[in-house]
């Protein structure tokens, strides 16, 4: 079993920063890609931000240049620092791992709230 167990979320104004953790679990053999995805009430989840495990990343246009993804392979651990924060970045985050052996499975965490607000 792989457990994520994400952190970071809360309350923050328009313009702050907020910094989330995703750390891995378990039987984890090799973690391949790592990202977030955040889904906003009556939207669809979406891609926020993933990278590889060479370490190349993308972002969706709507956080290029506000958020930067990042990860510590010796901690099984993916990072997103959020700056300039708008209130439409206000959503569930999650963060999502393809990891396995010869088979690569989708593990997803469950879930930090992020809300942007004055």
């Known amino acids: 079993q792989v457990q994520l167990v994400e952190s970071g979320g809360g309350l923050v104004q328009p313009g702050g920063s907020l910094r989330l953790s995703c750390a891995a679990s378990g039987s984890i053999f090799s973690i391949d890609a790592m990202a977030w995805y955040r889904q906003a009430p009556g939207k669809q989840r979406e891609l926020v931000a993933a990278?590889?495990?060479?370490?190349?990343?993308n972002y969706a246009d709507s956080v290029k240049g506000r958020f930067t993804i990042s990860r510590d392979n010796a901690k099984n651990t993916v990072y997103l620092q959020m700056n300039s924060l708008k209130p439409e970045d206000t959503a569930v985050y999650y963060c999502?791992?393809?990891?396995?052996?010869?088979?690569?499975?989708?593990?997803w965490g469950q879930g930090t709230q992020v809300t942007v607000s004055s």
């Open positions: 999502q791992i393809r990891a396995g052996r010869r088979t690569l499975y989708v593990y």
């Open positions: 990278i590889t495990s060479g370490g190349s990343t």
